[in-house]
């Protein structure tokens, strides 16, 4: 084949990466709270509205494209690129090949060769594209070209058809997502045929399997799926908070209520992730679907301990060193993360039954695998994120900074089909 045709308009104009591309995913979410403190929460939206900020304009070989781009197609459907999500070509490919060499670690799945096909919406609810095909964008200094991937392999991109120019090393494939310019374009003006700004685009919905289920990875205990931990590389903040009520308004100081005994304290995390790990992030925030969802997070105010003694998968009953302090921190709504002493790793995973005035007891089945003595013990919290709308900054390709607020919510008792507890 000679090209990929497409009916649809082609945003080739490169991204700055000067500044981080923006992405903002917003769901909706009814959000009732219960007499005893639990929550019924009813997604309202099945995919979230995907919001795209490029920082475009100051390649001087598109410096007078910007506006003339908005001017002409600002409305209507076109072809997006995905910067972030986008792949180095490692070698070059000249005309004619039919195969792109990328780096072997680099995270393609669902990008390329979605297992979904796109989502369009009339009176009858969602319907499928009758076009599975996914077109990419490769994007070099001598100019840009229309290709599809057919298959994937560590470290090559298969296509339906062979290149038309050639690809020089250094060029990068990027995903194509139909989406529109829906707000007025702010440029600046430094001189003569020299302006820049922002332009931020409206992503058509596309559901790709992958990303309506947590990672296999992520434990699950009482329905709920355990997050890891953020970053500690900077100041992180919690604030202890509950539902009150004031009902009398007079002069006077007024009479305060106490609804319920569930606490509503907020914790915000930090995560800087690169490749699957990036993946695996947005994966966690598809299944949690806004405030819908619930997750387990480490809340980090209570201190880590220590295993005193070998744990075995099954056990029940945890020795844990300075276990006088366990009484005061552990409750029947917290669940325990237990990391290998020499190097971290998470070695089982439980839910606290009852403390004791000396051990730590869990829940049946108990721990979920071998933790050797002088193992961290975290106290994990039942929380949902706090807002509907998250914002990823990509600080390079396949490079996310995400900062969210989670808040803390009654224990999970048993699934409830949709927004849990």
């Given amino acids: 084949m000679a090209a990929i045709p497409s ?53 001087p070989l598109m410096r007078a494209l910007v506006a003339d781009w908005a001017e002409q197609y600002q409305g209507l459907s076109a072809l997006y690129p995905l910067p972030h999500q986008g792949v180095c070509v490692r070698r070059a490919a000249p005309a004619g090949t039919s195969a792109l060499t990328i780096d072997a670690n680099a995270w393609t799945s669902g990008l390329y060769r979605p297992t979904y096909p796109a989502v369009s919406y009339d009176s009858r609810g969602p319907t499928a594209s009758s076009d599975p095909r996914a077109l990419s964008l490769l994007l070099h200094d001598g100019g840009w070209q229309i290709v599809a991937v057919t298959a ?21 494939l990027m995903p194509l997502r139909q989406g529109r310019c829906t707000q007025a374009v702010a440029l600046d ?3 003569g045929g020299w302006a820049g700004g922002t332009l931020t685009v409206q992503i058509d ?3 790709d399997v992958k990303l309506v289920v947590a990672p296999a990875t992520d434990p699950v205990l009482k329905t709920l799926p355990a997050w890891p931990d953020g970053d500690w590389a900077e100041t992180l903040s919690a604030s202890a908070q509950s539902a009150l009520t004031a009902f009398d308004f007079s002069q006077a ?36 679907r806004g405030r ?31 276990a006088p302090a366990v009484a005061g921190l552990w409750r029947q709504d917290a669940a325990v ?33 071998f933790a050797p003595a002088g193992s961290a013990v975290t106290r994990l919290l039942p929380c949902r994120l706090d807002a509907d709308a998250v914002e990823l900054g990509w600080i390079a390709p396949q490079t996310v900074q995400l900062q969210f607020t989670a808040r803390r919510i009654a224990a999970p008792l048993i699934s409830d089909g949709g927004g849990g507890y």
């Fill in 7 to 59: 009916s649809d308009p082609v945003f080739f104009l490169r991204h700055d990466w000067a500044q981080p591309l923006t992405e903002r995913l917003t769901w909706a979410t009814e959000v009732l709270r219960k007499a005893n403190g639990e929550e019924v929460r009813t997604p309202l939206r099945l995919l979230p509205r995907r919001q795209i900020t490029y920082f475009v304009g100051h390649d």
């Fill in 152 to 172: 994937e392999a560590p470290g090559v991109l298969y296509l339906d058809g062979p290149l038309i120019d050639d690809a020089p090393a250094g060029a990068v």
């Fill in 189 to 191: 003006q430094w001189s």
């Fill in 205 to 207: 919905a596309a559901l």
């Fill in 253 to 288: 100081d007024p009479a305060w209520r106490r609804d319920d005994d569930v606490p509503m304290t907020t914790f915000s995390r930090s995560v800087t992730a690169t490749g699957q790990e990036a993946a695996d992030w947005l994966e966690r925030l598809y299944a949690a």
């Fill in 292 to 322: 819908a969802g619930g997750f387990w997070l480490a809340d980090g105010l209570a201190p880590d301990m220590r295993l005193a003694s070998v744990a075995f998968p099954g056990t029940t009953v945890l020795d844990l060193d300075g």
């Fill in 337 to 369: 993360r237990i990391g290998m002493s020499l190097d971290h790793r998470v070695a089982a995973y439980a839910t606290c039954a009852a403390p004791s005035d000396t051990n730590l007891v869990l829940d049946i089945p108990g721990l979920s695998d």
